[in-house]
């Protein structure tokens, strides 16, 4: 099986710090991977990297079937090859209702003069109603995003994720500030979501990360420690001594 | 234009509705009508303070909705009024220069009316021959397309560059400042073609309308504004609705998560910053013909900052707030530094208007800013009773130009 992402041999340094340190990563179309480690170990940086956010001074970033590299575009084009990310801290518009929030997120044509004429037909309401059903804001449609809860925000970002119809997608600490069903739905959710995509998942919280079950890469002080599952990286005394020693 | 659009913004009929009955008042009123209620001059200043108004829909919009706070948009303003004034100066001139002419034994060339016309014009700067920018002058409708090509590629072309590199929230209100700035400096040189300090005058006299009275020219301008106005608020309602007003809106208040959903934001600045500019330019175009003259003082940057208080005056992110605040702010401002304000006398000091009016203007500005950034388009939430969501006072948004959870409509 050929990688949909691999990211070989990366570094970044911020004011003299190094955040990555000759990082590899791989992932297949469709596979789900938890990405564990300390506060501080890179996780997001390593996100930023993916999604053009942050340059890394070397290494290569190649994505899809054609392995194109991704250094030279920036994030609304990352975004648009089918790079979707959701954010530590809920991230939506609150000035606006979650229908809107959504309908910006529906995959369409993105440029300014395509949007300025672009008006909902019933295809899109349709669309935009079944994922509101799929993160369970039906009922919030019309509310205005800022008057929706911590949890339900995370969801509406997870809704408009969805929206973009990505074809990988990186998700950072979800489960942060959502009670114990609403993680249960997430686990679900991104199990299901990785049988038609890749998806990897950042998460420092290890029942979190048992229950997805799945391949788990351990990045500590900027590069890959251990990788395999759950059971196997948690016996690697390397492992036990960042997590445990200290 | 479809139904749906009016009857989700029903705003838009609202103002078209007022906008309506007040021109046809101030028509019924005015001295083109007989009644002369409205004194000509009187007339002229209500036009150009819907050209004014047309302006701050324009600031509303890159302001308000975007998040640009540019502090240059009354430069786009007045090159548009430069550009209309080069063919009326340049028309009229030619006018005069035949009349006089025609009386002499042999007909002139066309050579020789040309020089004549160019020493008329540029005699003030000791100049005597029409620079390369006068090549179109002659012609009403190459310089109509030139008000709206010359702002719309300069904005173009500043835009590119500074949203290009990523420039936002308080530098851009700068870098906007300094190419106004440059633009008036250069204008005030002799050698820029344009007559320097002097500038275009003479603007409200129309070539080929000579025998037209002033109290018809006025009406006539004060119906064109009003339509420009009338169109520049459905235009800018329909950008600012559905999709494009989602993203707009959404790159005031984060712009790198609207990154992230795969929209340009470059592009979109661009495109907000340059039809801005080009509603600016025409409404520039309009004002300048009734206020009959010009200069590069037009240019000052504080023109644009005080485009700006209007709009934070009237209340930014809503179409009839910036209107509003245009209208009221500045024909107050016209009232007191006009020297008709009456001054108070304090016993050990006089406030003289004039010299107070912009301590006065400031401080609303200020308190506006603080207590009420809803501005007075706020007042029709009181109306109709619409409640914002309770976010503690927190921004909506992580970046500058994000509204305060205080600005936030429904
Ligand atoms: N823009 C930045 N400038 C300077 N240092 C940064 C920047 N972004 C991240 N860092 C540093 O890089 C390290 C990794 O950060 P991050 O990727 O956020 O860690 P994690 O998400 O794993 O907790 C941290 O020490 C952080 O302080
Ligand atoms: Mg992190």
């Not at chain 1, 920036?74 to 975004?79: G, L, P, S, V, Y």
């Not at chain 2, 590199?165 to 050698?191: C, E, K, P, W």
Request: glycine share 10%.
């Amino acid at each position: 099986m050929s990688a949909l992402l691999e990211v070989s041999g990366v570094s970044v340094t911020f004011d003299g710090f190094r955040a990555i340190n000759n990082l590899s990563f791989s992932i297949g179309a469709a596979e789900l991977r938890a990405i564990i480690g300390p506060n501080g170990a890179g996780k997001t940086t390593f996100m930023d990297i993916v999604t053009g956010k942050t340059r890394p001074d070397k290494g290569r970033v190649l994505w899809g079937e054609r392995s194109q590299s991704l250094l030279s575009f920036n994030e609304a084009q990352i975004a648009r090859m089918g790079v979707g990310r959701k954010f530590q801290r809920p991230t939506v518009f609150e000035d606006q209702s979650v229908s809107d929030n959504l309908m910006m997120a529906l995959k369409a044509r993105r440029g300014p003069f395509s949007v300025l004429w672009w008006r909902p037909a019933q295809e899109h309401r349709d669309k935009v109603a079944a994922l509101a059903a799929e993160v369970g804001l039906s009922e919030q449609l019309a509310r205005k995003a800022g008057e929706l809860s911590h949890g339900q925000k995370q969801w509406l970002e997870i809704g408009m994720l969805l929206a973009q119809e990505p074809r990988l997608l990186l998700v950072d600490e979800p489960a942060a500030g959502m009670t114990l069903a609403e993680r249960e739905h997430t686990t679900k959710l991104l199990v299901e979501l990785a049988k038609t995509r890749a998806v990897v998942v950042v998460e420092h919280d290890m029942e979190f990360v048992r229950r997805l079950n799945c391949k788990v890469t351990v990045l500590h002080e900027g590069s890959v420690l251990a990788e395999g599952s759950l059971d196997h990286v948690t016996k690697n005394p390397d492992v036990i001594e960042v997590y445990l020693g200290r | 234009m479809s139904r749906t659009f009016l009857a989700k913004n029903p705003s838009v009929l609202w103002f078209l509705l007022i906008l309506s009955a007040f021109t046809l008042g101030v028509t019924l009123l005015s001295d083109a009508f007989g009644l002369d209620i409205v004194s000509t001059s009187f007339v002229k200043t209500l036009g150009k303070t819907l050209c004014l108004c047309l302006v701050a829909l324009a600031m509303d919009l890159i302001w308000g909705y975007a998040g640009i706070l540019s502090l240059g948009h009354m430069a786009f303003f007045a090159i548009g009024g430069y550009m209309i004034g080069m063919w009326l100066m340049y028309a009229r001139t030619a006018e005069i220069v035949a009349g006089a002419m025609a009386s002499e034994a042999l007909p002139a060339t066309a050579e020789e009316l040309r020089n004549a016309i160019a020493s008329q014009i540029f005699g003030v700067v000791g100049g005597s021959d029409l620079p390369l920018i006068w090549s179109f002058a002659h012609s009403f409708w190459v310089q109509l397309l030139l008000v709206v090509l010359v702002p719309g590629l300069l904005a173009l072309i500043f835009g590119w560059l500074a949203f290009r590199s990523r420039v936002t929230g308080v530098y851009l209100s700068i870098l906007t400042q300094a190419m106004t700035l440059a633009l008036a400096l250069y204008l005030f040189q002799n050698d820029s073609g344009l007559r320097g300090n002097n500038g275009l005058s003479g603007l409200q006299n129309i070539p080929g309308l000579a025998d037209v009275s002033q109290a018809d020219l006025s009406i006539w301008f004060f119906w064109a504004s009003a339509l420009a106005l009338g169109l520049g608020y459905v235009l800018v309602a329909w950008v600012a609705s559905g999709k494009f007003g989602s993203v707009i809106r959404a790159i005031r208040d984060d712009e790198q998560r609207v990154r992230f959903l795969g929209y340009s934001v470059e592009g979109y600045k661009l495109f907000v910053f340059t039809l801005t500019a080009i509603i600016a330019a025409i409404a520039g175009a309009l004002y300048y013909p009734q206020a009959g003259i010009i200069n590069p003082a037009e240019l000052a940057p504080i023109a644009s900052i005080y485009l700006a208080v209007w709009v934070a005056i009237g209340g930014r992110g809503r179409l009839y707030g910036a209107v509003i605040g245009a209208a009221f702010v500045s024909l107050l401002s016209s009232w007191f530094t006009g020297g008709r304000a009456p001054s108070v006398n304090l016993g050990f000091y006089t406030i003289n208007w004039v010299d107070w009016w912009l301590i006065l203007l400031g401080l609303a500005f200020v308190m506006v800013t603080l207590f009420a950034p809803k501005g007075m388009g706020g007042l029709f939430d009181l109306l109709t009773k619409i409640a914002s969501p309770d976010r503690k006072g927190a921004p909506l948004g992580p970046d500058d130009g994000a509204l305060m959870e205080k600005e936030a409509q429904k």
